[in-house]
């Protein structure tokens, strides 16, 4: 079966013109020939499948496929696999280590931070960008900051409050409290 | 969506890209922050041959206040730059329109001389450089020239960029007096096309109106230039009177056309009040000052 985004291929037939690039996904140096048309969210998705970076709108409104570049978010549908080459990507797969989640992460499961979970990798990715440049930020920081990612589930409150949680843990303090 | 083939060049130096874009003979395009070229790519609305990618270009992700107070932002700094700067006290207008563009992650990765070089009608920097009288520095095989902000978008999507210069620089000039301005947008939520936008920019000489420019985005089939219309504020203070003169100058500069966003008398009337409201906040912060 093939879909949509197979149809660019990240290793596509021998007479299309392809550039070597070395992407550092999730801590880990990835070597691939990639066809310079080829998106980064179609890159991570097919060819790495790392399929817990979504494509929704694929008209760079939406944010579900948001990812992290040299630490700042991005939109992965609105960035080209090729111009990733020696840089640093993070997805949803390298937020949480084998036995721990990231505080992000947490929040979301304690605070019932998704409904549907298509928005969730973006929004957590959006978050903790977020916390690292502003640790403590109110709640109208917080809404700023993921006013580029849309949820149809949640009405956003529960994210919010998801995002504060963890501000307040990763700053240690009790959330609970 | 995915976009037609084309050949990618990631050139490490300006004259190397320039060199490519000569030899593309019109045919290769630049891509800096890619957040307007790349959607246009994927729907092909553009199917260059060739693009450039000017991201590894070394000095090029800069903004920076000259001794003589003038602002100089170059070709690789990110609108999220520009939001989180403390650079910018002397240039309110760009200040308040930093936190406006497209949406947080999209201003992660877009350019401000990107987006005045695309001259979409909706695009919010065209409206400030247009209200702040900048200019544009442009180098080609032949060197760098220097183009003023009315003679630079010729229309919607087409500037006066030859097909073998890159827009190095944008520049916008220091306040004769003390610099004081605004920029307020309607949107149906984050990140959508305006429904309309103000940029306000005013020099003043206390509470004299020395030099008065502004632009509106959204409100027509171009960015408009309303600096004509709020020239009526020139030698004049910002009484409740004058403004309300300027704003209904302004508002009747606009070119707005009725659709799915609006009403062309709603939004020539959004066009009024945001001008009022801008010029009613710079005269109440004055007061307070004195």
Known sequence: ?177 | MYPSRFAYDAPSSLEEAIAILDAGGGEAKILAGGQSLIPMLKLRFAAPERLVDINSLPGLDYHRVDPDGTLRIGALCRHEDLEFSDKLDAFPTLAQAAALVADPIVRTRGTFVGSVCHADPQGDWAATMIALDGSIVAQGPNGRREIPMSDFVLGPFVNALAYNEIAVEAVIPAAKGTARGGYLKLERRVGDFATASVAVALDMDGDTVRRAGCALAGVGGRTIDANDAISVLVGKTLTDENIAAAAQAVAAAAEPRTDHRGSADYKRHIVETFVSRILTNISRSEQKAA
């Not at chain 1, 879909?3 to 070597?20: G, H, I, M, N, W």
């Not at chain 1, 980064?40 to 496929?65: I, M, N, P, V, W």
């Not at chain 1, 990812?67 to 990507?89: I, N, W, Y």
């Not at chain 1, 998801?162 to 307040?168: E, T």
Request: aromatic letters at 4%; charged letters at 20%.
């Open chain 1, 1 to 177: 079966m093939t879909s949509l985004y197979d149809e660019v291929s990240p290793a596509p037939a021998a007479d299309v013109p392809t550039k070597r690039v070395t992407i550092n996904v999730n801590g880990e140096a990835r070597t691939v020939d990639v066809e310079p048309r080829l998106l980064l969210a179609h890159l991570l998705r097919q060819g790495l499948k790392l399929t817990g970076t979504h494509t929704g709108c694929d008209t760079t409104s939406c944010g579900t496929c948001t990812v992290l570049f040299d630490g700042r978010p991005v939109k992965s549908c609105t960035m080209l696999a090729v111009q990733a080459d020696g840089h640093e990507v993070e997805t949803v797969e390298g937020m949480s280590s084998a036995s721990e989640l990231h505080p992000v992460q947490e929040g979301f499961k304690q605070e019932h931070g998704l409904q549907c979970g298509y928005c969730t990798p973006g929004m957590m990715l959006a978050a903790k960008a977020l916390l690292e440049r502003n640790p403590d930020p109110t709640e109208d920081e917080v809404r700023w900051a993921l006013s580029g990612n849309l949820c149809r589930c949640t009405g956003y409150q529960n994210i919010v409050k998801s995002v504060l949680w963890a501000a307040q843990k990763m700053r240690g303090q009790n959330p609970e409290a």
